[in-house]
Structures are given as structure tokens and as C-alpha cells.
T-cell receptor, first 115, second 114 residues
């Protein structure tokens, strides 16, 4: 199936640990994103990555770092996890091409719980 | 800062009725708008989009209306079904360039009563 897939679906870890979330898209899109959804369902962009151009939301702590081994993958690394990092993290992709107007396709999320 | 928001956090309608979900945006540079549906445990799913050169667009059982004068967007769902129960988000994007994704509103929880 064509999709955006991310693993793991659930991630429970302790404060101070380092963890990674993987994301892959087989839609042939040229841009990938990471979003964070808080307990109130608010979705906020963390990163976008297009053709080796990384745009970072200035509010994201530098403990968070995206890594893109190729156009189909954008993994999220988180160092020194904190309680406030608990949230659902969504990967998404879109085809920017010559236009900014294309919908994002989302994965099903990774629920991160930091204890 | 500029933001996209929803008027009602929860909307309850009877099965078979029509529902309207509203969204206000404040960024006058927004030129592309999307409605997403998010079911429990899943990611946001694309429903319908509209560009700023249009004021109405129809899909299957859904219609999006855009009023740029008052910066208002709505999603109409006809003949609601139990499967329509979900959280609905409006999202917007400006034409400023850069791969900076979409800005989402806060979401409306649509509940379909049997």
C-alpha cells in the first residue's frame, strides 16, 4: 500500500534516554515533515525537509534532530528525553514540486510517553 | 502571532443530518486551505482542499466554502454517518515559499448521535 509509515507506534521510555522514531514514505514525495500533537490535539510543525533543505521551527529544542538518509526517509532523533516531550509525533510528506499547494499525507503517529 | 482556529471544540449532530464545521484564519497571505479528519489512533486524513481563487469546492458528501473577506472557512458534511465521528482540522498555507508545511487549527470533535 502507498503510505507514510512510522515506527514504533508506541514508545515508552525514561527521562534522560535517547530515542529515535523512523518514518518512510513510498509516495514519491519530495518533502517530509515532523509534527507534534499535544494532549489537546493541537498539531504543530517541528521540521520540514526538502531536497536536503531543512527548515526548523524555532521553538523546537535542539535535543530534537531529524535525519534523512534518502528522500523517502526522515527519522526523528530525540536526546535527553524530558517529561514534556510526551506527545504523539506524526510524520508527513507532500509533493512540493513547483507549487506550495499540495496536501500533506500523514502517518498514523508514534505515541511517546516519557516517565 | 497569526493563527488558524476553530469556533467550536465539540459538535454533536444526529445521524443523517448535515453538519457544518467552521474555521477562522487570520493570515491574509493564506492561499491554500485543507480540511483533515482524524480518527482515534490515526493520523490526519485529507478530506478536501481549496485554493484562494475559489470560494466553493465540492467532494463526495463534503463541501468547503471559503470567504476571504472575513477570513472564514467551513466544511459541510451532508447526511452524516457514524463513520464521520472524528476530530476535524482546518489547515492553511501561505504562498511565502519554503518547505514549512501547514498551520493547523485547534480541531473540532464531531460526534454523530444515532
Amino acid at each position: 500500500d502507498t503510505a507514510v509509515s512510522q515506527t514504533p507506534k508506541y514508545l515508552v521510555t525514561q527521562m534522560g534516554n535517547d530515542k529515535s522514531i523512523k518514518c518512510e514514505q513510498n509516495l514519491g514525495h519530495d518533502t517530509m515533515y515532523w509534527y507534534k500533537q499535544d494532549s489537546k490535539k493541537f498539531l504543530k510543525i517541528m521540521f520540514s525537509y526538502n531536497n536536503k533543505e531543512l527548515i526548523i521551527n524555532e521553538t523546537v529544542p535542539n535535543r530534537f534532530s531529524p535525519k534523512s538518509p534518502d528522500k523517502a526517509h526522515l527519522n526523528l532523533h530525540i536526546n535527553s528525553l524530558e517529561l514534556g516531550d510526551s506527545a504523539v509525533y506524526f510524520c508527513a510528506s507532500s509533493q512540493r514540486g513547483g507549487s506550495n499547494n499540495s496536501p500533506l499525507h500523514f502517518g498514523n503517529g508514534t505515541r511517546l510517553t516519557v516517565t | 502571532g497569526e493563527s488558524v482556529g476553530l469556533h467550536l471544540p465539540t459538535l454533536s449532530v444526529q445521524e443523517g443530518d448535515n453538519s457544518i464545521i467552521n474555521c477562522a484564519y487570520s493570515n491574509s497571505a493564506s492561499d491554500y486551505f485543507i480540511w483533515y479528519k482524524q480518527e482515534s489512533g490515526k493520523g490526519p486524513q485529507f478530506i478536501i482542499d481549496i485554493r484562494s481563487n475559489m470560494d466553493k469546492r465540492q467532494g463526495q458528501r463534503v463541501t468547503v466554502l471559503l470567504n476571504k473577506t472575513v477570513k472564514h472557512l467551513s466544511l459541510q458534511i451532508a447526511a452524516t454517518q457514524p463513520g464521520d465521528s472524528a476530530v476535524y482540522f482546518c489547515a492553511e498555507k501561505s504562498s511565502g515559499g519554503g518547505a514549512d508545511g501547514l498551520t493547523f487549527g485547534k480541531g473540532t470533535h464531531l460526534i454523530i448521535q444515532p
